[in-house]
């Protein structure tokens, strides 16, 4: 695969991240739950939710794979497990002590009226707590809440890293071989159709590692799918020249879907599995009419691009608590949820960017932060396209 290729990775990466600024800043507004919620509330946005959610964290994974597989033929497996420990356990610690306690203070003060202040709050996070209890059960401390990516982006590179380079390369040739036509919609439809009847029910999501099956048995796979087509150049093509196909049935499923939802819960209850198909339709083929589009129109180099592939991920790190630390301190202010919904978002951009400017000019930051040494070397080589891409 052309080292070029590997620009649109970098793109969608960009714009997932970004997304799920957007996406948590709505968690706030919607009836679904959350760390802490707006006092307005409701289903309004909940479509336009549905539109990113089936697929955003598949694409990630997706990336998360292809990337691996790039720095596995570079480092060999024993470099990958070292290079990839050490950009994402450290970032995972430090955030789970320095980034993430703001949204367990916030979410005790709001669900259980916790009357203590932040430092008092923070010697019962380290020392695990775990009496801030409410109807939907006790708060984890230390936790990694919205850092769950990081972990399991981990384990599954470790594995990557045990199956070896020339494993996965046959395994992408193979999938090239048999995915094609309508096996390429409807096999991996049916697979996550499956999981989500077979597995979900049992095995709800928990972002807690150990217990976590169906949300594994979702990732896993679009994380090796990721890494086997990494270098099939010929999938990509063939996608693209899909892209409208892929389109035009999101648009059908996602429909299909808001048709569901808005029907009465004795119907919902008696087909749940039809849900359950026309969401694994909407999330196979959003992921691939992302990919599609992306390959086709964003195959480019920048300077946006370099700048951004560096700042996303500290973005990453920093966006979830910024939203919850804002939205708490705007509620009194009584903005119409429009506006302060706009205002949490430039807010949370504005200054996770601020950080990202001063954390990636201080040597000893960075590390902490999931960026590697200063760029030294020529921008465009694969060593600079895959770094980054978490």
Known sequence: MDNKRLYFLDWLRICAFFLLVLYHTGMYYVSWDWHVKSPAAGSTIEPLMLLSSPWRMSLLFLIGGAAAAFLLDKLGGKGLAKERSKRLLLPLVFGMFFIVPPQSYFEVVSDVAYQGDYFDFMQLYVTGYDGFCDQNGCLDMPTWNHLWFLPYLWLYTLLLAAVGSRRVQAAGAGLLRHLQGWKLFLLPVAFLALGRILLLPYWPHTHNLTADWHNHALSLPMFLFGAAMARQDGFWQRLAALRFKALGLFCASW??????????????????????????????????????????????????????????????????????????????????????????????????????????????????????????SRAGAKGDLVQNLA
């Not at 359950?276 to 599609?292: D, E, M, P």
Request: glycine share 10%.
């Open 255 to 376: 429909a299909g879907l808001m048709g569901f939802y808005m029907m009465g819960e004795a119907f919902q209850v008696a087909w749940l599995p039809l849900g359950r198909v026309l969401y694994a339709t909407c999330q196979w083929s959003g992921l691939l009419a992302v990919c599609a589009f992306g390959y086709q129109h964003l195959n480019f180099d920048s300077a946006a691009r370099r700048y951004l592939t560096q700042a996303v991920f500290p973005v990453y790190l920093l966006h979830q608590s910024l939203i919850i630390c804002l939205a708490m301190a705007l509620r009194a202010a009584g903005l119409p949820p429009a506006l302060e919904g706009a205002l949490i978002v430039l807010l949370t951009l504005a200054i996770s960017f601020a950080v990202f400017e001063m954390v990636r000019r201080v040597p000893l930051l960075r590390p902490l932060f999931g960026l590697g040494k200063a760029a030294g």
